[in-house]
């Protein structure tokens, strides 16, 4: 049974830091996207980040210099170290895991492919200003 299990979310005033973490326990995929997903109430949902197991690593505009993702393979965790943060980041912040496309893995097809994999239950993150 595939868990993926987030933490560290929290409130923050704007231009603090948070980093997230998400551990992974029970999938088999030898080739796989993970990534960072967030979501407002009443909209889209985005793609913030994702690494795949090659290590490539693909960051969305809005987020790209403030955000970082990274992992520890050892302990099968993904982290997202969030810094500058501003308001409009103020989201529920999910963790997924899927198998890896034939595209790759970048957040321009994340929410493609994201479905068929496994989420996390998120935490939030709210950055006042």
């Known amino acids: 049974q595939v868990q993926l299990v987030e933490s560290g979310g929290g409130s923050v005033q704007g231009g603090g830091s948070l980093t997230l973490s998400c551990v992974a326990s029970g999938y088999t995929y030898s080739r796989y996207c993970n990534g960072w997903f967030r979501q407002v109430p009443g909209k889209a949902r985005e793609g913030v980040a994702v690494?795949?197991?090659?290590?490539?690593?693909s960051v969305a505009d809005s987020v790209k210099g403030r955000f970082t993702i990274s992992q520890d393979n050892a302990k099968n965790t993904l982290y997202l170290q969030m810094n500058s943060l501003k308001p409009e980041d103020t989201a529920m912040y999910y963790c997924?895991?899927?198998?890896?496309?034939?595209?790759?893995?970048?957040?321009?097809?994340?929410?493609?492919?994201?479905?068929?994999?496994?989420w996390g239950q998120g935490t939030q993150v709210t950055v006042s200003a």
């Open positions: 997924a895991l899927w198998a890896s496309p034939a595209v790759g893995c970048t957040v321009m097809t994340a929410n493609d492919y994201a479905d068929f994999g496994y």
């Open positions: 690494l795949g197991s090659t290590g490539s690593t």
